[in-house]
């Protein structure tokens, strides 16, 4: 037979870009389009309607960026219309749509009653109608902007409404009714279908050559002058290739319907509100026409934005949850970041999230959902279990840019040693279509075939591209058994999970972090995000710990648990995955901080509050100590006088430089105002490298590849330069004995002010940082406060410490532990881990000898060792990241004043680690009060002291139980024994995350305690959290 494959194809693809497109629909009509533009803001259904509409037409300019506009459209659907197996009628919309689904225009329609119909997006264009439906309707067209554009990562002014502009940017492209060929579109589809999965085929496969052939003629069988008459014969020609069974071998697809929607982005919060309704709108619209459609959704915040705002839309989703088919999953509050939020924010997610799901649909997931984060904690295995979830699901890890992941189905090990049973979606997405190159991708791509069998795709366009289409539903449903395909159907996650562990029973066990290759900038880009983050962090605990100790002890003080939950939602909120990161516009940016500032307000209002209570008026100050571990003489959790200040460090000058000394500590800043020596005492052991300097400033070019505000490339580091400082260190005291060393440095002069773009306010273009040493009385580590005037474009800052010490790893603390990396850079892996996260410290250290560097304020450092020349030793490096000034998506991010704080500490282990990062971040808070104050929990171990277990939450009770909830960990890596202590308790019960007593049905077992009296005797294991519940 002559090879006529080329013709033949090319054939079949002229006919599915020009003739079916052209002949879907049997005719179309007009409609009646009246128009009201919303000045400001949004505005309530009711409010739009109750407005003046004025004509407008197809083709009309519309939308100024981040507008709205209402349309009333009226009709009458032709009588000579009807609808059948082989026709129906739709009202079609198109507001300028382009590919870019979620990054455009959108559309919600409401019936005059204000009850949401439908959403209109790029794939999303159409309503079905009734045969003679009177047709009335509003659209609330949202004009978002596209502010990606090609994804240039080019400064935009689209991200702030401030400078966005007041042109229209859409044309009114399409609005009508249509009369559809079914036929023509199911047509349409087995030929997507089939010569989709033909070029997935070998060359010379037979299958390709029977596709190819039954392709033919079925075009032959069309005619395109009656192509609604004749594509059910062109159907028939299809049949036998549609109907051949897929191969015993075949690996099968759960689908599950999906719509990842950011919770902020590119778009403000109050967007994504809109989004989510336009979306689940759309969800439900086809779980109503598609029975077997199942739909995941995460986020508890997304489903209450609704249920508070769009109550009849909440009412059509509980009715397709308590269905099993609009399924809850991840039972996080929203999908965060799990790199920086603390122990607590990361444990309270799913509690949050957990709740609310059992409270409005009595339903608890089991999987973790956190597809589009930027990187995973080696902590979060722990937590996921405690929270009763068992599975874990995440794609983001096949982004890393340089080494390539060896599973798809593993398990998952935390630095506890728990597990969780995971799931990478092999087509490496999370908004599959179910096309044809895509199984084929995900059959090639699944590293676990052979031992597995099944994996999961998410289905679905997400940001506000409604989720999935009619043309996904047919896909699958052609390739539910097909040969040459994977095996495709629709189910649930929880149903995948089950089926995956039953089958692979011995999968590979993955142990630590899942770091990502990628996006390391977000540990440091918009500083005052990460600054308000861990501000609010600590402010919650102390606002419970007090609050719990005012309720426990002073007759009448009501625990504020409304307001704290409140305040704990919001933080939550600001922890999403391109909030806390900094990846998100600037208007987001700009609402976040403001955020904090209404925690930090009301927090701070109460915690004064619960003080006061706890106070008398006696007269006299005493200290609240709110950290896990004695301070100045005050024991933890509690209130009391402190020690003395002891006696004033010992200065000394000679030719420029400055020694100060105190019994703990020894510190050089010679006359450039560089760090020269660093020692515990006078006799301790040099930290600071030979010939080196520490606290260097240097400033970096950070122009990466693309994704500004995400990403810092590794060339970054080929190019800097230190600073150096104006002039010579100056030295002043404190009242208190405290001795401060201030140095000044500029990036460069000031000059001709820059604009990314016009209209935008002018960029300086020179940096003024102020370096301030501090050394308290009996201080064992050196104060280093930076005071920050930055006016920089495309640079990073960066704060470096070169020590003498040759070490293996370096130490940073994450949640409920820590995490040990290697330094030496051996593999893809060590090479592409330039750029680490950490919470409030990192530790580098040889065998008997650390050196701790903490922090108050960000995330980002990086660490390498350098083999010196002239003595054979070797100088590990430890620098923390200070600023960015990235330009996309916000390109005025960082301009302004910061104040950051950092602390290092000589001949520090773990311990001494956790220590200074509460020092820095927990404040001590003055109480009036004459007595001291007895704890309400406390931790007492075989030699008094409480081992290396920590407390690290004091609250009240989720259920407004009045019961106490005390949670601790163990902190350093090695088994301890302690006992917890509650005066007054009569029953002491280890629970889980959410105050439920463990079980051996539980993800982590019964945890065995002994309780004795109003104590409880726990031995925890490396890093284990445990959290007990007191009766009283």
């Known amino acids: 037979?002559?090879?006529?494959?080329?013709?033949?194809?090319?054939?079949?693809?002229?006919?599915?870009?020009?003739?079916?497109?052209?002949?879907?629909?049997?005719?179309?009509?007009?409609?009646?389009?009246?128009?009201?533009?919303?000045?400001?803001?949004?505005?309530?259904?009711?409010?739009?309607?109750?407005?003046?509409?004025?004509?407008?037409?197809?083709?009309?300019?519309?939308?100024?960026?981040?507008?709205?506009?209402?349309?009333?459209?009226?009709?009458?659907?032709?009588?000579?219309?009807?609808?059948?197996?082989?026709?129906?009628?739709?009202?079609?919309?198109?507001?300028?749509?382009?590919?870019?689904?979620?990054?455009?225009?959108?559309?919600?329609?409401?019936?005059?009653?204000?009850?949401?119909?439908?959403?209109?997006?790029?794939?999303?264009?159409?309503?079905?109608?009734?045969?003679?439906?009177?047709?009335?309707?509003?659209?609330?067209?949202?004009?978002?902007?596209?502010?990606?554009?090609?994804?240039?990562?080019?400064?935009?002014?689209?991200?702030?409404?401030?400078?966005?502009?007041?042109?229209?940017?859409?044309?009114?492209?399409?609005?009508?009714?249509?009369?559809?060929?079914?036929?023509?579109?199911?047509?349409?589809?087995?030929?997507?279908?089939?010569?989709?999965?033909?070029?997935?085929?070998?060359?010379?496969?037979?299958?390709?050559?029977?596709?190819?052939?039954?392709?033919?003629?079925?075009?032959?069988?069309?005619?395109?002058?009656?192509?609604?008459?004749?594509?059910?014969?062109?159907?028939?020609?299809?049949?036998?290739?549609?109907?051949?069974?897929?191969?015993?071998?075949?690996?099968?697809?759960?689908?599950?319907?999906?719509?990842?929607?950011?919770?902020?982005?590119?778009?403000?919060?109050?967007?994504?509100?809109?989004?989510?309704?336009?979306?689940?709108?759309?969800?439900?619209?086809?779980?109503?026409?598609?029975?077997?459609?199942?739909f995941s959704c995460s986020s508890a915040q997304q489903f209450q934005w609704i249920r508070d705002e769009y109550p009849s839309l909440f009412r059509r989703i509980s009715e397709h949850v308590a269905a099993g088919r609009f399924v809850p999953v991840g039972g996080m509050w929203v999908e965060s970041d799990t790199n920086m939020p603390s122990s607590e924010a990361m444990a309270r997610q799913f509690i949050h999230g957990k709740k609310f799901f059992l409270e409005e649909f009595d339903f608890e997931t089991k999987e973790t959902w956190l597809p589009d984060s930027f990187g995973y904690s080696a902590a979060l295995p722990q937590i996921c279990a405690l929270a009763g979830n068992d599975s874990f699901l995440t794609q983001k890890v096949s982004w890393n840019q340089y080494s390539t992941f060896p599973h798809h189905t593993f398990q998952w090990e935390g630095i506890d040693g728990t597990t969780q049973f995971t799931h990478f979606p092999p087509i490496d997405a999370y908004n599959g279509q179910l096309t044809a190159a895509e199984l084929a991708y995900f059959e090639k791509n699944f590293k676990d075939k052979g031992a597995s069998h099944i994996g999961l795709t998410p289905t679905g366009w997400g940001d506000g591209g409604g989720g999935p289409t009619r043309e996904m539903l047919a896909s699958q449903e052609r390739f539910a058994d097909l040969d040459g395909a994977p095996k495709v159907e629709w189910s649930t996650s929880q149903d995948f999970f089950a089926r995956a562990r039953e089958e692979y029973v011995d999968a590979p066990v993955w142990n630590g972090e899942l770091y990502l290759e990628l996006h390391r900038g977000t540990y440091s880009s918009q500083i005052l995000g990460k600054q308000g983050n861990r501000r609010t962090e600590a402010l919650l605990h102390d606002v419970e710990l007090w609050s719990a100790t005012a309720a426990r002890l002073v007759d009448g003080f009501a625990y504020p648990y409304e307001e704290i939950d409140s305040l704990w939602d919001k933080l939550l909120l600001l922890q999403f995955h391109d909030i806390l990161p900094g990846s998100s516009i600037a208007w987001v940016h700009r609402e976040t901080e403001q955020s904090y500032d209404y925690i930090t307000e009301r927090g701070e209002a109460l915690v004064a509050a619960a003080l006061e209570a706890l106070g008398d008026d006696s007269g006299s100050t005493v200290t609240a100590n709110s950290a896990a571990r004695a301070r100045h003489g005050v024991a933890p959790l509690t209130i009391a006088a402190p020690a003395g200040p002891g006696a004033a460090p010992a200065v000394a000058q000679a030719g420029g430089a400055i020694t100060v000394t105190t019994d703990a500590l020894h510190v050089e800043v010679d006359e450039r105002g560089l760090l020269t020596s660093l020692r515990a005492g006078t006799d301790g052991r040099e930290a600071i490298a030979p010939g080196a300097s520490g606290a260097l400033l240097q400033l970096h070019r950070d122009a990466p590849n693309a994704w500004d505000s995400w990403d810092i490339d590794e060339f970054y580091r080929h190019v800097h330069r230190d600073l150096e400082a104006e002039g010579a260190p100056v030295l002043s005291h404190d009242e208190d004995g405290t001795v401060r060393i201030a140095v000044t440095y500029r990036t460069r002069e000031d000059g001709a002010a820059e604009r990314p773009f016009e209209g935008m306010p002018s960029v300086g273009t020179g940096s003024r940082i102020t370096v301030t040493y501090s050394i308290a009385p009996g201080a064992e580590a050196l104060g280093i406060d930076l005071d920050v005037d930055w006016h920089e474009r495309k640079k990073v800052l960066k704060l470096a410490f070169p020590l003498d010490v040759r070490a293996a790893a370096m130490s940073s603390e994450i949640q409920f532990g820590y995490i040990d990396r290697p330094i030496p850079v051996n593999t893809n892996e060590d090479f592409g881990r330039f750029e680490t996260c950490a919470h409030r410290w990192v530790r580098v250290a040889e065998s008997d000898y650390g050196i701790v560097l903490a922090n108050d304020s960000s995330y980002g450092h990086d660490v390498r060792r350098v083999l010196r020349e002239d003595d054979g030793g070797t100088t590990t490096v430890v620098r923390a990241t200070v600023l960015r000034a990235a330009e996309f998506p916000d390109p005025q991010a960082e301009e302004g004043q910061y104040s950051l704080r950092y602390a290092i500490r000589p001949e520090a282990d773990h311990g001494d680690a956790v220590d200074l990062g509460e020092e820095l971040n927990q404040p001590l808070r003055p109480v009036q009060r004459a007595e001291e104050l007895a704890p309400v929990a406390q931790l007492v171990g075989a030699d008094g002291g409480a081992g290396s277990a920590r407390i690290q939450t004091v609250k009240l009770a989720e259920d407004r139980s009045g019961d106490l909830v005390v949670r601790l960990y163990e902190s350093e890596g090695r088994r301890t024994a302690t006992s917890l202590e509650v005066p007054g308790a009569s029953s002491l019960t280890v629970v889980d995350l959410l105050e439920r007593p463990l079980t051996e049905q539980s993800p982590l077992g019964h945890r065995a305690a002994t309780v004795e009296d109003d104590a409880l005797a726990l031995t925890l294991k490396p890093f284990e959290i445990t959290t007990v519940r007191a009766t009283f």
């Open 1 to 294: 037979m002559h090879d006529n494959r080329p013709t033949s194809e090319d054939r079949v693809r002229r006919f599915l870009r020009e003739q079916l497109p052209a002949r879907r629909h049997l005719a179309t009509a007009p409609l009646t389009i009246e128009a009201w533009e919303v000045p400001d803001e949004p505005v309530p259904f009711e409010e739009a309607r109750r407005q003046t509409y004025t004509p407008v037409s197809v083709g009309d300019r519309w939308g100024r960026p981040w507008s709205t506009l209402w349309l009333h459209v009226t009709g009458q659907v032709p009588v000579s219309w009807t609808t059948g197996e082989d026709r129906d009628i739709e009202l079609q919309l198109d507001l300028s749509f382009t590919n870019m689904p979620g990054f455009q225009a959108e559309a919600l329609i409401w019936t005059p009653e204000g009850e949401t119909v439908k959403a209109i997006n790029p794939y999303n264009q159409y309503l079905t109608l009734e045969a003679g439906q009177e047709v009335d309707f509003y659209l609330e067209c949202a004009a978002n902007p596209n502010v990606p554009g090609d994804w240039t990562f080019a400064p935009t002014a689209l991200g702030d409404k401030a400078t966005a502009g007041e042109d229209p940017i859409y044309d009114l492209t399409q609005l009508r009714l249509a009369w559809r060929s079914k036929t023509v579109w199911e047509l349409e589809q087995d030929i997507v279908a089939l010569n989709g999965l033909m070029h997935t085929l070998p060359e010379q496969s037979a299958r390709r050559f029977d596709i190819l052939h039954a392709l033919g003629k079925a075009l032959d069988a069309a005619d395109p002058d009656d192509l609604h008459g004749t594509a059910a014969d062109a159907r028939g020609e299809l049949r036998g290739v549609l109907d051949a069974p897929a191969n015993a071998s075949a690996l099968t697809v759960v689908a599950t319907g999906h719509a990842h929607i950011d919770s902020a982005w590119l778009w403000p919060v109050r967007e994504t509100k809109r989004k989510c309704a336009r979306t689940f709108s759309n969800v439900c619209w086809l779980l109503e026409h598609y029975p077997q459609l199942v």
